[in-house]
């Protein structure tokens, strides 16, 4: 798999292999799985977008739909820059929030060259998949499990591999805007 640039901002399904190669738990992951990791986070979120379409109509406005849900939308006024990684958004799961980063966002629009509420809303969609792990899905970074701990032949419990999750979230924004298609 190869990384392309598209004109749709949010990483398509041939690009999900550079999140994945990202995940701290890719030395853990034995390479002939790396495909169906991909496949089954992708398809998660490829069918929690077909099902949301079943339920909303054109345009989907996640404003809307996420506070229709109960979750509190909470706009700042600021670049949410940490180390190397720009952060855009933020679920927090236990409280039902997502933390909308108003300047990140204005920069992410601007470098995909996008209206600014073109741009929340995809970015609050993909937020909005991650309330759906966690509310109605199960989460998707579960779905497949790597050891913790690997000592020689002996392992140690379990973990997820977050990447998926991220995965699941971009099919999920990339099937409700662009139907599955480039």
Known sequence: MSSKVHSFPFPVKEQAIDDLLRDVCIRKINEKDYSEIIDTAWNI??????????????????????????????????????????????????????????????????????????????????EYFHFLEWNHLGLTSRKFQVPMIKLGQWSFGKTGIKAMSEIGANAFVHELFLGGKL
Do not use: C
């Open 45 to 126: 979120g490829v069918k929690a977008a077909v099902e949301l379409k079943s339920k909303h109509t054109l345009p989907y406005d996640f404003k809307k739909i996420a506070t229709q849900e109960g979750l509190i939308i909470i706009d700042k006024d600021k670049d949410y820059i940490v180390g190397n990684t720009r952060y855009f958004s933020e679920f927090i799961s236990g409280q039902s929030e997502i933390t909308m980063y108003k300047k990140s966002i204005s920069f992410w629009a601007e470098t995909h060259q996008l209206e600014y509420a073109t741009a929340y809303n995809y970015i609050l969609a993909h």
